[in-house]
Structure formats: structure tokens, C-alpha cells
């Protein structure tokens, strides 16, 4: 009787061997498969970690450029308007010796 109780326990014992075997590799392949699926992840994350990287130096270069010509337009602005002002000023004077011959002119014929 003891050695059927101890058959009946091995057989037991071998069914939950052989459970514990299909646990182990169903656990294995889902293991697998999130290890592929963390190796994707990370490599499309660094893909785009580069690529953003990139986007940002490039982008970072076009900013500088653009401040650039915007300081050098700005400058030019500056450097017209000074001689926009100057001839303004110039061309007033002239006007003002014109008006103020026309106005001696039209006084002396007055006199004639």
C-alpha cells in the first residue's frame, strides 16, 4: 500500500514536473518576445534621438544665420535712414535758401 501511495505521489510529482517545464517555456517565449519588443523600442528610440538631435543642430545653425542677417539688415536699416536723414536735412536747407532768394526776389521787384 505505502509503495502505490508512493507511485501515486511520483506520478503526481511528474505531472507537476511537466507543468511547471510548459510554465517555464511559455515564460520563456513571452520573456523573448518582450526582449524583442524593449529591443525595437529601443532602437527606434535612439533612431530618433539621433534624428532629433540632428533636426535641432540644424535648426540651431539656421538660427544663427538668420540672427545674423537680421543684425546685418538691421545695420543697413540704421545706415540708410542716417542718410535718409542727412539728405532730408540737406534738401530742407535748399529749400529754405530757395524760398528765402524767392522771397528777396519777389521783395526787389516789389522795389523796381
Known amino acids: 500500500a505505502a509503495l502505490k501511495v508512493a507511485e501515486l ?10 507543468q511547471f517545464q510548459d510554465i517555464s517555456q511559455a515564460n520563456e517565449v513571452v520573456l523573448a518576445s518582450l526582449n524583442a519588443t524593449y529591443d525595437n ?3 527606434s528610440t535612439e533612431s ?3 534624428k532629433h538631435k540632428s533636426d535641432y ?10 540672427q545674423q542677417e537680421l543684425t546685418a539688415s538691421r545695420e543697413a536699416m540704421a545706415e540708410t535712414k542716417r542718410t ?4 532730408w536735412e ?8 530757395l524760398e528765402d532768394t524767392l522771397v528777396k526776389l519777389t521783395m526787389s521787384e516789389k522795389q523796381l
Do not use: C, M, P
Open 90 to 97: 540737406s534738401w530742407a536747407n535748399d529749400k529754405r535758401t
Open 57 to 66: 543642430i540644424a535648426l540651431s545653425e539656421n538660427l544663427h544665420i538668420v
Open 41 to 43: 523600442y529601443k532602437s
Open 84 to 87: 535718409f536723414d542727412k539728405e
Open 9 to 18: 505521489d511520483l506520478a503526481n510529482a511528474r505531472g507537476h514536473v511537466q
Open 48 to 50: 530618433q534621438l539621433v
